[in-house]
């Protein structure tokens, strides 16, 4: 085959690749279409990597061979046997590897020291640098969902530190485009390490309650690192695809931000996250309540609102939450559940839980659509979740969380929140919800007590 015809076929399949990528992403905006989403985008994959085997002058053919041979059958591995409750972290793992395999690139590029335009050593400079970031902000990240890092690292000044390792990457990133004999290995060097550090300092100080932001940040700045060094390769798949992933990723972390009512800056400066600031004081005392009574409440009402949290992910309780849920459907109780954009570990955390579940898409409502409802409510069932319950968020001008949008589980009849003990959220702050004279506390692992509501439904 010509080098004319194979180059003109590799990029008609790069474009093939392209709509596939576009219509996979525009799949996965719904429920209903997001699992033929990731395979309409797998299936562009699939082209852009086959379409690379015949680029013109290709080499190292058989070591291509054995890294995809290895990557995905990690990837296949690990897919398979990963918990629906640990996706936050491997999401993030991936991510980061995402964004390692771009400054790789870059590395590779660079460390050849090859005569290159000033415009390509440069992308590939801010590609590494971002990707570089990316990498290790991502591994801590992964630490932090999975208690490998169980705590927040701050210090008097850190956000100094941070801005000096930024100034100093960009520095030496720059005569490193600059260079005139070419880039200097032991400046490539330094440069990486700069920008590695860099993400890890930037991230461990970051609460675990900021995470569905950091994961979506750094989602968008692995795409954006993978679209700069698919410029410098001249690659149109890899700049298409790093542009989509970057531009949605930026769109999530601004909604993600948004339902939180924080700034991206304040997410990874302020050091809020872990521990609570200044708050006003709750009063009144939580009022314990056994499933028995619960279950009779539940089973007796007309509208029932479910709201999931992190809590039932722990407990892998989303089974039996939804055989509760059906349970009561069958006595003609209307049952919904609430999902807040930031519940959970990851932006849509509870929808993949509440799916793999069975739970059917037209009962699960998002915070704008069934916030309106709470005060036509029988019984809201809170299932691990806090923050976003808590209605300090409306009242409390000390809180560290006022003005964020919450689930206004609060207004409902009669409230019953499940938890295992009486502390704090996991932001480290007091929610006001669990104190008032309509909630009433089920204490317990939530697989558990999901399982004896059920059997006190069924005994009546």
């Given amino acids: 085959m010509g080098g004319g015809i194979a180059a003109v076929l590799v990029s008609a399949s790069y474009l093939l690749a392209a709509f596939l990528f576009i219509t996979g992403l525009k799949r996965m905006s719904s429920p209903v ?9 797998g299936a562009g994959m699939v082209v852009a990597t086959i379409a690379t085997f015949f680029t013109p002058d290709m080499s190292n053919i058989v070591l291509i061979l054995v890294a995809i041979a ?25 991510n980061g590897m995402g964004g390692g395999a771009a400054a790789a690139i870059a590395a590779v590029e660079l460390f050849k020291g090859e005569a290159h ?35 927040s690292f701050r210090f008097r000044g850190q956000n100094v530190v941070n801005l000096a ?63 700069f060094e698919g410029f410098v390769l001249n690659n149109a798949a890899m700049i298409i695809a790093g542009m989509v992933v970057g531009s949605a990723g930026t769109l999530l972390t601004q909604l993600m931000a948004k339902a939180m009512n924080r700034s991206l800056a304040n997410v990874l400066f302020s050091g809020f996250g872990d521990t609570a600031g200044p708050q006003g004081e709750v009063s009144g005392s939580m009022k314990p309540i056994d499933a028995a009574d619960v279950g009779v409440m539940m089973a ?38 609430a999902i807040h954009p930031v519940a959970g570990r990851m932006p849509g955390h509870m929808n993949v839980l509440l799916a793999e579940a069975g739970v059917p898409y037209d009962v699960i409502y998002d915070e704008s659509e069934i916030n309106a409802e709470f005060d036509n409510t029988d019984v809201a069932l809170i299932i691990g979740a806090n923050d976003v319950v808590n209605p300090a968020a409306r009242t409390d001008k000390s809180s560290p969380i006022y003005g964020m949008p919450i689930l206004n589980a609060d207004k409902s009849r009669n ?9 704090a959220g996991f932001s480290g702050i007091e929610n006001g919800l669990f104190f008032l004279d309509n909630t009433h506390m089920l204490y317990g692992d939530g697989q558990a007590v999901a399982a004896a509501l059920i059997q006190a439904v069924k005994a009546l």
């Fill in 165 to 227: 390792l930024l100034l100093a990457s960009v520095l030496v990133g720059a005569s490193l485009v600059l260079a005139a004999a070419g880039p200097v290995p032991g400046m490539v060097t330094l440069f990486f390490g700069l920008a590695l550090v860099l993400g890890v300092t930037m991230t461990l100080p970051i609460g675990g309650a900021d995470m569905p932001v950091v994961i979506s940040l750094y989602n968008a700045l692995t795409g954006l690192a993978v679209a």
């Fill in 70 to 94: 290895l990557g995905g059958g990690v990837a296949w591995i690990t897919g398979k046997r990963v918990a629906m409750t640990d996706m936050p972290q491997m999401i993030a793992l991936y």
């Fill in 415 to 423: 409230v019953i929140v499940v938890k295992r003990g009486k502390g």
């Fill in 300 to 337: 007796f009402a007309q509208k029932v609102i479910i709201v999931p949290g992190y809590g039932m992910a722990v407990a892998q309780a989303q089974h039996k939450v939804w055989e509760l849920a059906k349970l009561l459907q069958e006595r003609g109780v209307t049952v919904k559940f």
């Fill in 117 to 151: 335009s000033t415009m390509v050593l440069a992308l590939a400079v801010l590609g590494g640098l971002i990707g570089a970031v990316s990498f290790s902000g991502s591994l801590i990240a992964f630490g932090k969902l999975q208690d490998l890092i169980k705590r």
């Fill in 33 to 41: 279409t997001a699992r033929g989403g990731i395979g309409w985008a």
